[in-house]
Protein backbone atom coordinates (compact mmCIF):
# COMPACT_ATOMS: atom_id res chain seq x y z
CA UNK A 1 0.00 0.00 0.00
CA UNK A 2 1.32 3.73 -1.50
CA UNK A 3 1.28 5.29 1.92
CA UNK A 4 0.93 9.51 0.81
CA UNK A 5 2.02 11.85 3.68
CA UNK A 6 -0.19 15.25 2.89
CA UNK A 7 1.35 18.08 4.55
CA UNK A 8 0.84 21.88 4.30
CA UNK A 9 0.53 25.19 6.24
CA UNK A 10 -2.07 26.54 8.11
CA UNK A 11 -5.26 27.17 6.04
CA UNK A 12 -3.61 26.01 3.57
CA UNK A 13 -6.79 23.58 2.52
CA UNK A 14 -5.77 20.13 3.80
CA UNK A 15 -8.94 18.78 5.62
CA UNK A 16 -10.68 20.21 2.69
CA UNK A 17 -8.13 18.23 0.00
CA UNK A 18 -9.13 15.20 2.45
CA UNK A 19 -12.56 15.43 2.11
CA UNK A 20 -12.10 15.54 -1.66
CA UNK A 21 -9.79 12.44 -1.68
CA UNK A 22 -12.10 10.34 1.18
CA UNK A 23 -14.92 11.32 -1.70
CA UNK A 24 -13.22 8.83 -3.79
CA UNK A 25 -13.34 6.20 -0.91
CA UNK A 26 -9.52 6.71 0.07
CA UNK A 27 -8.90 5.94 3.28
CA UNK A 28 -7.28 8.86 5.25
CA UNK A 29 -5.07 8.73 8.51
CA UNK A 30 -5.51 11.79 10.44
CA UNK A 31 -2.75 11.91 12.91
CA UNK A 32 -3.87 15.12 14.78
CA UNK A 33 -6.83 12.35 15.75
CA UNK A 34 -4.03 9.83 16.54
CA UNK A 35 -2.04 12.65 19.39
CA UNK A 36 -5.28 12.98 20.64
CA UNK A 37 -6.09 9.19 21.17
CA UNK A 38 -2.56 7.99 22.40
CA UNK A 39 -3.45 10.61 25.58
CA UNK A 40 -6.94 9.50 26.10
CA UNK A 41 -8.15 8.83 29.32
CA UNK A 42 -6.87 4.89 30.29
CA UNK A 43 -3.83 5.30 27.86
CA UNK A 44 -0.99 4.28 29.48
CA UNK A 45 0.69 7.63 27.61
CA UNK A 46 -1.67 9.42 29.63
CA UNK A 47 0.15 7.92 33.02
CA UNK A 48 3.73 9.02 31.83
CA UNK A 49 2.99 12.30 31.26
CA UNK A 50 1.55 12.93 34.64
CA UNK A 51 4.66 11.41 35.85
CA UNK A 52 6.63 13.62 34.37
CA UNK A 53 4.96 16.96 34.23
CA UNK A 54 3.00 16.51 37.37
CA UNK A 55 -0.94 16.35 37.98
CA UNK A 56 -1.71 20.10 36.94
CA UNK A 57 -1.66 18.25 33.37
CA UNK A 58 -5.06 16.42 34.52
CA UNK A 59 -8.46 17.76 34.47
CA UNK A 60 -10.45 17.06 37.64
CA UNK A 61 -12.23 14.30 35.58
CA UNK A 62 -9.08 12.59 34.97
CA UNK A 63 -8.16 13.86 30.83
CA UNK A 64 -5.61 15.72 29.52
CA UNK A 65 -6.22 19.67 30.16
CA UNK A 66 -4.55 20.79 26.54
CA UNK A 67 -4.40 24.49 28.19
CA UNK A 68 -2.06 23.26 31.35
CA UNK A 69 -0.31 21.06 28.95
CA UNK A 70 0.63 24.14 26.30
CA UNK A 71 1.31 26.46 29.12
CA UNK A 72 4.42 24.29 30.12
CA UNK A 73 5.59 23.79 27.13
CA UNK A 74 5.06 26.91 25.36
CA UNK A 75 8.64 28.76 25.60
CA UNK A 76 10.18 25.59 27.23
CA UNK A 77 12.37 23.64 24.46
CA UNK A 78 13.06 21.09 27.28
CA UNK A 79 9.76 20.63 27.99
CA UNK A 80 8.74 20.26 24.22
CA UNK A 81 10.88 18.45 23.47
CA UNK A 82 9.83 16.18 26.53
CA UNK A 83 6.42 15.95 25.60
CA UNK A 84 7.37 15.12 21.89
CA UNK A 85 9.66 12.09 23.16
CA UNK A 86 6.39 10.72 24.65
CA UNK A 87 4.19 11.71 22.00
CA UNK A 88 5.84 10.79 18.73
CA UNK A 89 6.54 6.80 19.44
CA UNK A 90 3.39 6.22 20.34
CA UNK A 91 1.76 8.44 17.46
CA UNK A 92 3.78 6.35 14.95
CA UNK A 93 2.94 2.89 16.91
CA UNK A 94 -0.69 3.62 16.39
CA UNK A 95 0.24 4.95 12.79
CA UNK A 96 1.24 1.53 12.23
CA UNK A 97 -1.47 -0.19 13.60
CA UNK A 98 -3.86 1.87 11.63
CA UNK A 99 -2.31 1.41 8.59
CA UNK A 100 -2.47 -3.09 9.25
CA UNK A 101 -5.70 -2.75 9.44
CA UNK A 102 -5.89 -1.02 6.17
CA UNK A 103 -6.60 -2.95 2.30
CA UNK A 104 -5.99 -0.28 -0.13
CA UNK A 105 -4.36 0.90 -3.04
CA UNK A 106 -3.28 3.59 -1.40
CA UNK A 107 -3.74 5.61 1.73
CA UNK A 108 -3.57 9.45 2.64
CA UNK A 109 -1.43 10.18 5.95
CA UNK A 110 -2.55 13.68 6.99
CA UNK A 111 0.52 15.22 8.84
CA UNK A 112 0.27 18.69 9.15
CA UNK A 113 4.24 19.08 10.64
CA UNK A 114 5.53 16.54 8.55
CA UNK A 115 8.55 18.32 7.39
CA UNK A 116 9.40 20.19 10.45
CA UNK A 117 9.01 17.07 12.52
CA UNK A 118 11.17 14.88 9.53
CA UNK A 119 8.71 12.56 9.32
CA UNK A 120 8.98 12.09 5.69
CA UNK A 121 10.85 8.36 6.65
CA UNK A 122 6.98 7.18 7.30
CA UNK A 123 5.40 7.71 4.19
CA UNK A 124 6.37 6.83 0.40
CA UNK A 125 5.42 10.33 -1.24
CA UNK A 126 5.36 13.87 0.04
CA UNK A 127 1.56 15.69 -1.13
CA UNK A 128 1.76 19.33 -0.43
CA UNK A 129 -1.36 21.03 -0.38
CA UNK A 130 0.07 24.60 -1.47
CA UNK A 131 -1.66 28.02 -1.57
CA UNK A 132 -0.09 31.79 -1.19
CA UNK A 133 0.66 33.20 2.35
CA UNK A 134 -2.17 35.60 1.96
CA UNK A 135 -4.40 33.03 0.96
CA UNK A 136 -3.88 30.85 4.50
CA UNK A 137 -3.57 34.01 6.34
CA UNK A 138 -7.22 35.29 4.80
CA UNK A 139 -8.83 31.15 5.36
CA UNK A 140 -7.68 30.59 8.27
CA UNK A 141 -8.48 33.88 10.06
CA UNK A 142 -11.69 33.58 8.51
CA UNK A 143 -12.26 30.10 9.61
CA UNK A 144 -11.31 30.44 13.03
CA UNK A 145 -12.82 34.14 13.29
CA UNK A 146 -9.27 35.48 14.75
CA UNK A 147 -6.71 38.37 13.84
CA UNK A 148 -4.42 37.49 10.51
CA UNK A 149 -1.99 38.26 12.89
CA UNK A 150 -2.72 35.36 14.85
CA UNK A 151 -2.22 33.35 12.51
CA UNK A 152 1.02 35.13 10.91
CA UNK A 153 2.61 33.73 14.59
CA UNK A 154 2.08 30.39 14.04
CA UNK A 155 2.94 30.33 10.25
CA UNK A 156 6.19 31.58 11.31
CA UNK A 157 6.52 28.12 13.85
CA UNK A 158 6.21 26.22 10.76
CA UNK A 159 8.71 25.49 7.78
CA UNK A 160 7.98 28.09 4.63
CA UNK A 161 6.17 27.36 1.40
CA UNK A 162 9.64 27.20 -0.15
CA UNK A 163 11.26 24.47 2.44
CA UNK A 164 7.98 22.71 1.90
CA UNK A 165 7.61 23.00 -1.91
CA UNK A 166 11.20 21.30 -2.13
CA UNK A 167 10.54 18.38 -0.51
CA UNK A 168 7.18 17.48 -2.36
CA UNK A 169 7.00 14.58 -4.60
CA UNK A 170 3.31 16.05 -5.49
CA UNK A 171 1.44 19.81 -5.16
CA UNK A 172 -2.36 20.25 -5.17
CA UNK A 173 -2.71 24.04 -5.77
CA UNK A 174 -5.15 25.17 -3.50
CA UNK A 175 -5.04 28.79 -4.84
CA UNK A 176 -8.27 28.89 -6.90
CA UNK A 177 -11.76 27.45 -7.59
CA UNK A 178 -12.77 24.18 -5.41
CA UNK A 179 -13.27 22.51 -9.04
CA UNK A 180 -9.98 23.01 -9.71
CA UNK A 181 -9.07 21.18 -6.41
CA UNK A 182 -11.18 18.51 -7.03
CA UNK A 183 -10.10 17.68 -10.41
CA UNK A 184 -6.26 17.40 -8.94
CA UNK A 185 -7.33 15.20 -6.32
CA UNK A 186 -8.83 13.10 -8.84
CA UNK A 187 -5.57 13.35 -11.57
CA UNK A 188 -3.72 12.56 -8.32
CA UNK A 189 -6.20 9.44 -7.20
CA UNK A 190 -5.42 7.60 -10.81
CA UNK A 191 -1.85 8.55 -10.77
CA UNK A 192 -1.54 6.96 -7.41
CA UNK A 193 -4.36 3.83 -8.53
CA UNK A 194 -2.12 3.38 -11.53
CA UNK A 195 1.09 3.66 -9.90
CA UNK A 196 -0.30 0.65 -7.48
CA UNK A 197 -1.22 -1.52 -10.89
CA UNK A 198 -4.79 -0.70 -9.39
P1 LIG B 1 -5.31 23.83 9.43
O1 LIG B 1 -3.88 23.67 9.15
O2 LIG B 1 -5.57 25.09 10.17
O3 LIG B 1 -5.98 22.64 10.03
P2 LIG B 1 -6.18 23.17 6.73
O4 LIG B 1 -4.92 23.14 5.96
O5 LIG B 1 -6.80 21.86 7.10
O6 LIG B 1 -6.05 24.11 7.98
P3 LIG B 1 -8.78 23.85 5.65
O7 LIG B 1 -9.45 23.81 6.99
O8 LIG B 1 -9.06 22.76 4.68
O9 LIG B 1 -7.21 24.03 5.85
O10 LIG B 1 -9.07 25.22 4.92
C1 LIG B 1 -9.00 26.47 5.62
C2 LIG B 1 -10.26 27.27 5.33
O11 LIG B 1 -10.22 27.69 3.96
C3 LIG B 1 -11.55 26.47 5.48
O12 LIG B 1 -12.55 27.31 5.99
C4 LIG B 1 -11.88 26.03 4.05
O13 LIG B 1 -13.27 25.86 3.86
C5 LIG B 1 -11.35 27.21 3.24
N1 LIG B 1 -10.86 26.81 1.91
C6 LIG B 1 -10.07 25.76 1.61
N2 LIG B 1 -9.83 25.71 0.29
C7 LIG B 1 -10.46 26.79 -0.25
C8 LIG B 1 -10.56 27.32 -1.59
N3 LIG B 1 -9.98 26.73 -2.62
N4 LIG B 1 -11.28 28.44 -1.75
C9 LIG B 1 -11.87 29.05 -0.70
N5 LIG B 1 -11.81 28.62 0.58
C10 LIG B 1 -11.10 27.51 0.80
New binding site residues.
Given amino acids: MLRVGLT????????????HFAALATPIIDT?ELAREVVAKGEPLLEALKADFGPSILTPAGTLDRTAMREQVFANKEKLALLEQHLHPAIRTRLQQCLATLKAPYVII?I?LLIEKGWQAMVDRVLV?D?SEQ??L???S???RCPPEQVRQ?MMQQCTRQQRLAVADDIIH?????E??ASQVAKLHRRYLEQQGA
Fill in positions: GGIGSGKTTVCQDAPVCQQERARRDINDGASSL
